[in-house]
């Protein structure tokens, strides 16, 4: 059984009608099988309601991010005004990346790493914005 849902509709929009034609490559990687939509949708929900237990009550959804649904999306400077959201958009990305790889490919051990497709990676700054653009990015040992 799963643990998370993956009814993200809105975080799919940039590969519009092409999802349709063939869900097992990426459109905006080139990846087979598409990591974002095998794994990354799913753990959109996943990550929030785990972060939320952990007592950090902020209601994120206000500031959600959204590619191409016609939604307005929230603007950067009204996270950074707040730097406890700007941080909780930190700690929901590096929550992301550590599930991700875990349900990728399984614990890995201390200092192994394994760089995240960039359509995940587009896709987790999208939803959960730095302020100022500024990402650590990939960062071997």
Not at 28 to 36: A, E, I, K, Q, V
Not at 61 to 66: A, N
Not at 114 to 131: F, L, Q
């Amino acid at each position: 059984e799963e643990l998370y849902s993956s009814d993200q509709d809105s975080l799919t929009s940039s590969w519009s009608d092409e999802d349709n034609e063939d869900t097992s490559c990426c459109h905006f990687c080139g990846g087979s099988p598409c990591d974002w939509k095998e794994i990354g949708l799913g753990l959109l929900d996943f990550v929030d309601r785990e972060i939320s237990l952990e007592g950090e009550g902020v209601a994120v959804e206000e500031f959600e991010i959204l590619d191409d649904g016609g939604e307005e999306a929230a603007p950067n400077d009204e996270i950074s005004s707040d730097p406890e959201l700007a941080q909780l958009m930190k700690r929901h990305r590096y929550r992301f990346y550590r599930e991700y790889t875990l349900e990728k490919y399984g614990y890995l051990g201390k200092g192994n790493r394994m760089k995240i497709p960039d359509c995940v990676d587009t896709k987790v700054r999208d939803k959960w914005p730095d302020p100022d653009g500024l990402y650590t990015g990939f960062k071997m040992n």
